[in-house]
Nanobody
């Protein structure tokens, strides 16, 4: 079983920065894809940024401001968010597609962390 735990959310002023960690635990042989999504009340969950293999897809609204990265030794994925805007306010969800040691492919979601951008 693989679990994801996000943290790092909170209140930040417009123009500020936050880094969201997503720690993965459990039996992981390989991380095949990693991504961050966000959702506001009454709306669908939208892609923020996702990396699969050597390619990365971004939402147009975050290009140049948000960056996804990972620390393999810690099995942790990060979303660095700079120049935050009030429109970035949302619950942010981490998503991984992994291969387990028994070569099962799993799609795993975290529980979400709230980011509020406001003065």
């Amino acid at each position: 079983q693989v679990q994801l735990v996000e943290s790092g959310g909170g209140l930040v002023q417009p123009g500020g920065s936050l880094r969201l960690p997503c720690a993965a635990s459990g039996s992981i042989f390989r991380i095949n894809a990693m991504g961050w999504y966000r959702q506001t009340p009454g709306k669908q969950r939208d892609l923020v940024e996702r990396t699969t293999g050597g390619s990365t897809n971004y939402a147009d609204s975050v290009k140049g401001r948000f960056t996804i990265s990972r620390d393999n030794a810690k099995n942790t994925v990060y979303l660095q968010m700079n120049s935050l805007k009030p429109d970035d306010t949302a619950v942010y969800y981490c998503n991984l597609r992994v291969t387990t040691p028994s070569f099962r492919s799993l799609e795993v979601w975290g529980q979400g962390t709230l980011v509020t951008v406001s003065s």
